[in-house]
């Protein structure tokens, strides 16, 4: 019985070994035994790692996955002079506890060649995609390509979204113009950083001009068959950065917007902007920021009778003296417009303003309370809506980092 | 044929612009002591630019354009890694649209890889911690030992970049490697007396020198990474100094300091305020030589 299991094992160990010496047997004789090769090669091999804990982390935790984060933001809201008019769509809406939004991000690069962001917003009726573009690391001549569905690049607060910006709420300028999502599509944006000492980009974008979110001057919700690409929404851009001193910047942009409108047939709407950030953060151990922030637009629309002209703009300020907390006050204009005899929106007849102050608390980069009101002066009611709103914002996840 | 022959000048400015930037190859360092090791490694071959300033708390730099635009003409790219700069590098790197900075480039070294690391997570991390870092402590560069480490790995690193400087990437930072160790051995000396002598620090980004010089850190001024400071915590850790009678709180001279004073002032402590860089041109060796200094006459008594 001993002898049959001898045996076998030996013929196991026969046929296991067969391989290597089928591999060996084609080896050509090189002046050396095998067994000094296998001694050069077992000598120069690396040891063996030792298996450790934090390997066995690292293992699990590495992963081909994007980086995921969640965001959400929510608001408790007394509105005593009714609803806020001409909103954002992720604004406090109404008196009560309001879900602003929950924002689902994901990065990762795709391949040495791109990367990809996407931006899911649920909210209590459902989920929309903000944002799902791939943008290009790698192309020639400092070009960067972005095609997907992205927030235009048009002036500054455009591009950026709800828990970047200094108040709970869009400035209204730009609900007005470009709808309550800010302007966004899908389409494809080119960008060129140019060779000069000072930082200087163009931007160009071609993106559908329908949807929600290029509603109120461009095509919104009616469909437009693209027969070329005057029926796009083209967006340009010209960004600029001065780098004043280590605790001073300067940024400032021109943009321009152009696209079909949907008052009639070929009517266009274009929009020019202009925007200006100053930032104050010394070096050191003063965590002083003061930042001020303007932004104008002029929208000229081709109506089937003339061209209806308006402006808007917001100017805000901000400043924190000490951490965790800061201040701002936001003042907002919007002014009616021109050429717009027998109007049905008020807005074309009226000027609005508004006046804002917030107060932040922000015991990490996570987590924030804010205290927001305001006085929405309306130019076609006799008395200023009021509004507060206290927001409450946590972060969890690796969120990306933002742009300046 | 004016307008002709403005535009030619205005093509040839942007075509001759990129090419006075390129006269030496740029090398950026996200901080100043990667900064500093990477000009001493370098020396004349390779120019060196740092995007934070030294005298500002690297997890909190401003993503600014300018820094786009460094980074957009840089040939190699030296990172802290371990997520400090993930605030603000990754979105820099992506707006440059170049390249060679890329993760994964050849021209892309976390030299986080180059250390050996400690406080790496060995058991399941969240924020309730704190701002922790999941790959481990970054603020390895503040042991000389790795200093010489980093000088190696980047010669390396830069030699394969421009193999034709290869040779005189090695020889200095063999150079810096020996006169690193030349001064370990005075350094430790003069520290050796105050082995085991317990230690406040402000934030836990003094982990590798305290291992290094042997002092005890017995507690930090934040009550976990990132968190300012309550005054529970700030009562306890005056407490932790009268009953540990620890002579001195160490810190970055970017945090506030006004906590820390109360604490030396009530504590009989005092307060070792250094710079958390090397500064603009300070060589490696002489900044860890400053905060030796420092360290030595906070302890004396």
Known sequence: MRSTVHGALALGAWLLGAPALAQDAGVPDAGVSLEEIEKALAADAPPPPAPSLPQAIGAVVQSLNPDLSLIADVALAAMPGGERFGAGAHDPARTGFNLQQLELAASAAVDPFFRFNANLVFSKFGVEIEEAYATSTSLPFRLQLRAGQFLTRFG???????????????????????????NRGVGAELSYLAPLPWYVEAVASLTEADGEASARSFMGARELPVRGPADLQLTTALKQFHELSDAWSLAWGLSWASGPASTGYRNRTEVYGADLYLKFRPLGDDPTVVALQLETLHRRRQVPHGVLTDWGGYAQLSWRWTLP?????????????????GALDPQWVSARQRVSAAVTYEPTEFSRVRLQAASDFLGWETRPRLSAFLMFEVSVGAHGAHPF | MKRFTKMKCLFALFLLAPLSALAKPSVVATTSDLGSIAREVGGDDVEVTVLARPTQDPHFVDAKPSLVLTLSRAEALLLTGLDLEVGWLPVLITSSRN????RGAPGYLDCSTLVTLLEVPTQKIDRSMGDVHAGGNPHYAKDPRNGALLARGIAERLAQLFPDKAAGFRERATRLEMELKAKLAGWEAALKPFAGTPLITYHRSWI???????????G?????????????????????VRAEKVPAILQEDWYAASTSELIARNGGAKLLRVPGMPGDRQRYV?????????????LKR
């Not at chain 1, 609900?175 to 800010?182: D, H, I, L, P, T």
């Not at chain 2, 390249?99 to 890329?102: A, C, E, T």
């Not at chain 2, 860890?288 to 906070?298: H, I, K, N, P, Y």
């Open chain 2, 220 to 240: 930090q001024v934040e009550p976990k990474p990132g968190l300012q400071p309550s005054a529970g915590h700030v009562a306890q850790v005056l407490q932790t």
């Open chain 2, 99 to 102: 390249p060679k900075v890329q």
């Open chain 2, 208 to 218: 590798y020198f305290t291992r290094w010089t042997g002092l005890r850190e017995v």
């Open chain 1, 325 to 341: 907390w800061s201040v701002a006050g936001r003042y907002e204009l919007g002014t009616p417009e021109i050429g717009g005899a």
């Open chain 1, 156 to 182: 500054r607060q455009n591009s950026t979204h709800l828990h970047a910006w200094t108040f709970s709420d869009a400035a209204f300028a730009l609900a007005r113009v470009f709808g309550a999502e800010g």
């Open chain 2, 286 to 298: 002489d900044y860890v030589q400053q905060l030796v200094d420092a360290l030595l006459s906070g």
